[in-house]
């Protein structure tokens, strides 16, 4: 075991599609206004995939090709990806080697996490792991969701929330002390009521029955959630804050899931972090859940400088959450 390899971030990619779904248009779709979906949620418009036989991975490869150019990585350098994804292109293979294969990191193992929207969390800390130990040089994290394909686009409680994207970011053996410093990561399964997916597993197989029930897309009971998260998620940050001995002046910015501006701000508070110190994205992209962080990293990327305390945080289904708190590691 190297104890003196920190697993740090060394680049990173993002890709939306193009289209974009406006709180407007999703006034003629479902019954809902612009006012309602902004106050409620922070959410102006969110990008969707559209075309056939396009899915998750569609979105991921042009974020990890992108990420191999900004990082001067060839191809068949890369000894892991990691894919965290809750709509991956299929139940099987794992959407990591379709990516794999697409981009063309012939040398590199891959394999899937659903952690629903803390999939990217958990993935990053987990590519560490292999950074830390010295097995690996190259890891890839993409986190990516084509949620436009599970979402009920008559249902106004969820379609208006979620939006399509991928990120992905480059972790790397770092002899300086930058890196992932120190993670708390958990999960509570009796959240599963409030927020799941009712068909399409093992236990509910598509059927004719299931389609009819509209039993394929998201199921949440918003407010249960609402609750949770902004409990969890707060409390996660500050802990991690806590154990670090990290002051608001000692962090440079929170990197936090974006699933409403709302639990962003009851994080933010909870650390007593300043608005401008805040990551957020939310307004253009909603929730792109394994997108978001990754998203806001490649967002804010011109503005970390080496040696930034960053905090990272979310919350989502299952129930999971969890924090990470890295020094960034370059300036771009
Ligand atoms: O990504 C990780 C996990 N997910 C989350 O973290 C999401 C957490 N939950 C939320 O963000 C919020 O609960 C929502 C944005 C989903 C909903 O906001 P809310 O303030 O909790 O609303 P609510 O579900 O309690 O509904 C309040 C009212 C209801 O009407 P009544 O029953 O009071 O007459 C809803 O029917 O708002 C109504 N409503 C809407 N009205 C207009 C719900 N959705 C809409 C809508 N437009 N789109």
Redesign the pocket.
């Given at each position: 075991m190297s104890q003196h390899y920190k697993a740090a971030i060394t680049g990173v990619a993002g890709y939306v599609p193009d289209y974009v779904l406006t709180n407007k248009e999703l006034e003629t779709i479902?019954d809902?206004?612009d006012e309602?979906?902004i106050t409620?949620?922070g959410i102006k418009e969110r990008h969707l995939l559209k075309g056939e036989e396009k899915g998750t991975s569609t979105m991921a490869i042009p974020a990890v090709k992108d990420l191999l150019k900004k990082t001067n990585t060839a191809p068949e350098e890369v000894d892991l990806i990691i894919c965290a994804t809750v709509t991956p292109d299929h139940q099987f293979p794992a959407t990591a080697n379709i990516i794999s294969d697409e981009v063309g990191l012939v040398n590199a193992f891959g394999f899937d996490i659903a952690a629903a929207?803390s999939g990217f969390i958990y993935s990053l800390v987990t590519a560490s792991k292999y950074i830390e130990s010295g097995l690996y040089k190259k890891v890839i994290v993409v986190g990516a969701d084509k949620m436009s394909s599970i979402i009920d686009y008559t249902d106004?409680?969820t379609c208006?929330?979620f939006g399509d994207g991928a990120g992905a970011v480059m972790l790397e053996p770092n002899e300086e002390g930058f890196g992932i410093q120190d993670s708390i990561l958990k999960s509570d399964g009796s959240g599963k009521k409030h927020?799941h997916q009712k068909a399409g597993g093992s236990v509910k197989p598509a059927s004719h029955e299931t389609v009819d029930a509209r039993e394929h897309y998201v199921y949440?009971e918003?407010?249960q959630?609402?609750k949770a998260?902004v409990t969890s998620m707060a409390s996660v940050s500050r802990e991690i804050m806590t154990r670090n001995q990290l002051t608001a002046d000692d962090v440079a910015y929170l990197a936090p899931?974006q699933?409403?501006l709302r639990?962003i701000e009851a994080t933010r508070r909870k650390m007593g972090l300043p608005e401008e110190k805040v990551m957020i994205n939310i307004d253009r992209y909603g929730?792109t859940?394994n997108g978001t962080i990754p998203l806001c990293l490649w967002e804010w990327e011109d503005k970390l400088k080496k040696g930034d305390n960053i905090v990272i945080s979310a919350?989502?289904?299952g129930f999971t959450w969890g924090a990470i708190y890295l020094k960034w590691a370059y300036n771009k």
């Open positions: 479902v809902t206004t309602w979906i409620r949620t929207c106004r409680k208006v929330i927020l949440q918003g407010a959630v609402f998260a899931h699933a409403n639990i929730n859940t919350f989502g289904g």
